[in-house]
C-alpha cells in the first residue's frame, strides 16, 4: 500500500484570500475608503488577520487602498457640502486615517477655503427657506 503525500492548502492562499479580495473590491466599488474602514469590514465578516494583511497589502501595492487620496478625495466632497474643516478632519479621524495624512492634507486645501464664505453660503441658504415665513418670526 502506498501513501502519496497530500499537498495542505494554506487556506489564506486559496480562494479566501481571493474572497476576501473580492470583498474588499465591494467595498470600494460603491466609493473609496480607508485602510481602517476595509479592515474593520473585513474583521466583521470574520476573515482571518492574515488573509485580511494580504488582502490589504494586495491592495496598497496595486494603488487601490491610499489612505491619502482617500484623505484628499472626502475633504473636497465634504468641503463641498459647507461642512467646516474641523468637523471633516473629526470625520478623517474616525475612519482611522493617520493624523499626519489628515494635516497635509489640511494644509493643501486651506488657501482655498475659506470659512468666513462657507458661513456666508448657509446663511444665504437659510433665508432662501425662510422667505416665506412672516416678518414677525
Do not use: C, H
Not at 473590491?25 to 485580511?52: A, D, H, T
Request: no cysteine.
Amino acid at each position: 500500500m502506498s501513501f502519496s503525500k497530500r499537498i495542505v492548502k494554506n487556506p489564506s492562499s486559496d480562494g479566501l484570500l481571493e474572497k476576501a479580495k473580492a470583498y474588499a473590491f465591494l467595498l470600494l466599488k460603491f466609493r473609496l475608503r480607508s485602510e481602517q474602514e476595509i479592515r474593520g469590514r473585513m474583521k466583521q465578516k470574520k476573515y482571518p488577520p492574515e488573509v485580511i494583511g494580504a488582502t490589504i497589502e494586495f491592495l496598497q501595492k496595486k494603488k487601490f487602498l491610499d489612505d491619502a487620496a482617500f484623505t484628499r478625495a472626502w475633504m473636497d466632497s465634504r468641503l463641498k457640502r459647507s461642512l467646516g474643516l474641523r468637523r471633516v478632519k473629526n470625520e478623517l479621524k474616525l475612519k482611522g486615517v493617520n493624523a499626519s495624512v489628515i494635516e497635509q492634507s489640511v494644509a493643501a486645501v486651506k488657501d482655498d477655503y475659506s470659512e468666513d464664505g462657507v458661513v456666508a453660503d448657509l446663511i444665504r441658504r437659510k433665508l432662501q427657506t425662510m422667505k416665506a415665513l412672516d416678518a414677525r418670526k
